[in-house]
């Protein structure tokens, strides 16, 4: 079992930053890849970001390339997801999830097998 917990969301206003953080527990953190998703309102959950088991490939959404960053702290067994630049539209609630594959990218959503309880983030125009 893996346990994750996300941190970091809140209000912000249009052009501003927030770095979101997700710490796991449980395995060996390192085994594990790792992706972002959110889920908007009235909206399906859509893929974010995914990093490898040592962050050594990242995949991104068109919707963030150029001002989301995945990357991770293994020593410290923590993802984190630094967005810039955000716009109302990443309003969402943000979820962290581990897939049981070290050197996979994943971009879908079922073939993540633990997922955190996720955390808000609202930008404001």
């Known amino acids: 079992q893996v346990q994750l917990v996300e941190s970091g969301g809140g209000l912000v206003q249009s052009g501003g930053s927030l770095r979101l953080s997700c710490a796991a527990s449980g395995r060996t953190f390192s085994n594990y890849a790792m992706g972002w998703f959110r889920q908007a309102p009235g909206k399906e959950r859509e893929f974010v970001a995914t990093?490898?088991?040592?962050?050594?490939?990242?995949v991104y959404a068109n919707s963030v390339k150029g001002r989301f960053t995945i990357s991770r702290d293994n020593a410290k067994t923590t993802v984190y997801l630094q967005m810039n630049s955000l716009k109302p539209e990443d309003t969402a609630v943000y979820y962290c999830?581990?897939?049981?594959?070290?050197?996979?990218?994943?971009?879908?959503?079922?073939?993540?097998?633990?997922w955190g309880q996720g955390t808000q983030v609202t930008v404001s125009s």
């Open positions: 990093v490898t088991g040592y962050g050594s490939m990242t």
């Open positions: 999830a581990a897939g049981t594959c070290q050197n996979c990218l994943y971009t879908v959503g079922n073939r993540y097998d633990y």
